[in-house]
């Protein structure tokens, strides 16, 4: 069974850079066709899909958020990282991590998912 779990800080302040990693056991950031993938929600809103990681390590962005989002991964801690930067308190969230099998899944279709991370950014 995969299981992801998010960490990071809580709080960052405004134009700051958000960094979170997600852990994963039970599976392998290097299986053929995984994708590991970072959304978040703000509050109110709906699910807004950040980028993704493929097995091979290419990377993919929204592209609202490209200029802003790096998405990384440290294969022997089986980590991989969203880095969001020159935040603003609109980038306050809960943010996700998940995983599915290609990296042009919809959300609907992941299979694994973290239980998410509340990160507020303060101006």
């Known amino acids: 069974q995969v299981q992801l779990q998010e960490s990071g800080p809580g709080l960052v302040k405004t134009s700051q850079t958000l960094s979170l990693t997600c852990t994963v056991s039970?599976?392998?950031?290097?299986?053929?066709?995984?994708?590991w993938h970072w959304l978040r929600q703000p509050p109110g809103k709906k699910l807004e899909w950040l980028g993704v990681?493929?097995?091979?390590?290419?990377?993919y962005y929204s592209p609202s958020l490209k200029s802003r989002t790096s998405i990384s991964r440290d294969t022997s801690k089986n980590q991989f990282s969203l880095q969001l930067s020159s935040v603003t308190p609109e980038d306050t969230a809960v943010y996700y991590c998940?995983?599915?099998?290609?990296?042009?899944?919809?959300?609907?279709?992941?299979?694994?998912w973290g239980q998410g991370t509340q990160v507020t950014v303060s101006s």
């Open positions: 998940a995983a599915g099998n290609g990296w042009y899944a919809s959300p609907s279709e992941y299979e694994y």
């Open positions: 039970g599976g392998s950031l290097t299986t053929s066709t995984s994708a």
């Open positions: 990681i493929a097995y091979d390590g290419s990377t």
